[in-house]
């Protein structure tokens, strides 16, 4: 193909001609004129088959020919012609009528060399026509390239396309159909009324932990691995889908609840196995639920809600949870008892009875411990066993243990009008009350600190009670806050003793200066003398550390009796008080 850089000279000629003398006439003319590629052809069938391997610029044409005419070679060339091109043929003729040219030029031709030719004619006809010829070429290639930009581009979008697509319906790290996906699934197998079916979710344990100690991309492979494994362990019509945030799914189809029972145990065998990633060994462990369509729910918002509400209930193992509605009731029964408590203190339903400890030499009561009570309207009194952990998770704790320090000194402020003897209480401290507190970018310390300078009243008349197990566990910030109350003169004590798990050491870094005897530690103490040594020693502890040591929960005189033999200087039960409201302290001081 001529091109317009090019010296014409190189473009390809076909020259077709029955009569052999004006072959050799034209491409003698032809070459003559410097014509390198110039393909003769004295038989016109064979037209079309030169044509079609490709690449003339022009066609020489003559019309009287045996066969096929001019005409008719014309309209078979036209038949290949593409979209944008023309036929590049000069016609060769003796006849110049009208009636001659017009069909010629009806048939495609583009321009006329009269025979007998004339050799200047000849060659600038065809130069003419090559000029236009080259631009055309010029013109359809830059179409090509355009065409195949376009098909390359559209190949991108389509690509692009295929890219969303799977992103809309797969997880894209883990490569699991996602949770939108699997959603869809559930619905269309509740609305086409299949078959009963399973569905299990599985959280991986300590899937946040993984990502914040070995990183994203260690955790993402770990996911990863597990949804290999997903996928070996199950195949059709089981589908397996990413839920997000370490939780898998797998839809159990056209299985009762045994079935999708023992599939799910199966499953959850096959994939919690120990793995090994990048050279480290990683142990999995998973959370399971396990619900069953249609009679656990209907729709797959119910389904589904219901398989995560399980699965927030679930203990790690390698079996399934299986949902109960009493989950449901308990969780409401759990909202709504959370919305009434935010509300209990505003309607006074909230009250601390108070129950004395006592010295086991004297018999006196040297102070007290002050114990929340919540007078529900509708039912009754609530432990605070039940309402104090409510009240950590949501955040009233702060509130509530506000609350109760100055509510207490409002209380011994008044006992000491009566009986004008400061009689010290101690209060339970929740350990989401630092954390919480902390967050806020308040101090505990601090608002305890004005609560005592308000009142008026020593701090060494407020003592702070902490389980053992959340001591332990202290940050150092909070830590940090304890320090700050002690030098304040506020006492503290370590609840619980004996329930937790106290390292010695740590033991004696703590600001504490109380020891509270869990009564769990009293158990068999009158029958057997092992107990006793056992209780004995953790009272000899606490003389060593030289902390006061209080024994909980003392029931019998007989308790009472050995505690006072292994040297426990003080006590509380319901032995000697029961917890009592505010007003009757003060007779029982007295
Ligand atoms: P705790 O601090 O260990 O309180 C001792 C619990 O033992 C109290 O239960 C008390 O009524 C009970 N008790 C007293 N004498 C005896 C006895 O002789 N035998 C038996 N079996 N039990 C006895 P209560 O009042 O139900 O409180 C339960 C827990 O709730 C407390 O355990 C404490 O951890 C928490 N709590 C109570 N009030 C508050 C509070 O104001 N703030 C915080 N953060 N926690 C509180
Ligand atoms: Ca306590
Ligand atoms: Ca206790």
């Given amino acids: 193909m ?216 260690f955790a993402d492979r770990v996911l990863c691995r597990i949804g290999a494994r997903l996928r070996e362990a199950v195949s059709p019509p089981t589908e397996i889908g990413y839920w997000g945030s370490g939780v898998f799914i797998v839809i159990l189809p056209r299985c009762g609840h045994q079935q999708a029972y023992d599939m799910a145990r199966e499953i959850l065998q096959a994939v919690l196995m120990p793995l090994e990633v990048g050279g480290y060994a990683v142990t999995l462990s998973a959370r399971s639920a396990l619900v069953h369509a249609p009679e656990d729910g209907e729709d797959s918002d119910t389904l589904l809600r219901r398989a995560m509400l399980t ?123 630092i954390d919480l507190l902390q967050g806020e970018g308040l101090s505990l310390s601090a608002q305890i600190r004005d609560a005592i300078e308000r009142s008026g009243l020593p701090p060494n008349c407020l003592e702070l009670e902490l389980t053992e197990s959340s001591l332990m566990q202290q940050n150092e910030a909070a830590l940090q806050e304890l320090q700050q109350l002690r030098q304040l003169g506020v006492s503290l004590a370590l609840d619980d003793f004996g329930t937790g798990y106290s390292s010695m050491a740590r033991l004696q870094e703590l600001p504490v200066s109380t020891l509270k005897i869990d009564r769990s530690l009293l158990k068999g103490v009158t029958q057997d003398a092992r107990s006793r040594a056992i209780l004995g020693s953790v009272i000899s502890l606490g003389w060593a550390l030289s902390l006061d040591v209080v024994a909980e929960g003392i029931e019998t005189a007989a308790e009472a009796e050995i505690l006072r033999e292994l040297g426990c200087p003080l006590a509380q039960g319901y032995h000697f008080f029961r917890p009592l409201p505010e007003a009757e302290v003060a007779a029982v001081v007295r």
């Fill in 2 to 217: 001529i091109l317009p850089d090019q010296p014409l000279t190189e473009a390809k000629l076909l020259v077709v001609d029955d009569n052999p003398a004006n072959l050799a006439l034209l491409e003698a003319i032809l070459e003559e004129a410097g014509f390198t590629h110039v393909t003769c052809l004295s038989d016109s069938r064979q037209v079309l088959p030169a044509w079609r391997e490709g690449g003339y610029d022009l066609v020489l044409l003559d019309i009287r020919m045996p066969h096929l005419d001019g005409y008719a070679v014309m309209a078979q060339l036209e038949a290949e012609l593409e979209a944008d091109d023309y036929l590049p043929v000069i016609v060769l003729t003796a006849q110049i009528d009208e009636a001659t040219r017009e069909r010629a030029l009806a048939a495609g031709a583009r321009d006329f060399i009269t025979k007998p030719f004339d050799a200047r004619e000849v060659i600038q006809r065809i130069r003419n026509h090559l000029e236009v010829r080259a631009l055309h070429n010029r013109h359809l290639q830059e179409v090509q390239t355009l065409s195949a930009d376009v098909h390359h581009k559209d190949d991108l979008l389509q690509q692009r396309e295929r890219d969303l697509a799977y992103l809309a319906t797969h997880h894209p790290v883990v490569g699991l159909p996602n949770r939108p996906h699997m959603t869809r699934r559930v619905h269309r197998l509740l609305e086409e009324g299949a078959d009963a079916f399973g569905v299990l979710l599985m959280e991986v344990e300590g899937h946040r932990r993984l990502e914040t100690l070995a990183g994203y991309e």
């Fill in 311 to 433: 699965l927030s209930l679930a203990r790690p193992g390698l079996l399934p949870m299986h949902f109960d509605p009493a989950f449901e009731r308990s969780l409401q029964e759990r909202e709504s008892l959370l919305a009434d408590l935010r509300e209990a203190a505003l309607r006074g339903e909230l009250q601390l009875v108070y129950q004395p400890k006592v010295s086991l030499l004297s018999g006196k009561i040297v102070g007290a411990e002050a114990l929340m009570r919540w007078h529900h309207p509708r039912l009754g009194i609530v432990s605070p066993l039940r309402f104090i952990p409510l009240a950590e998770e949501s955040g009233l704790i702060t509130a509530l243990g506000l609350w109760a320090v100055e509510r207490t000194l409002a209380a011994i402020q008044r006992w000491y009008q009566q009986v004008r003897r400061i009689l010290p209480v101690a209060v339970n401290l929740s350990p989401r009350q």
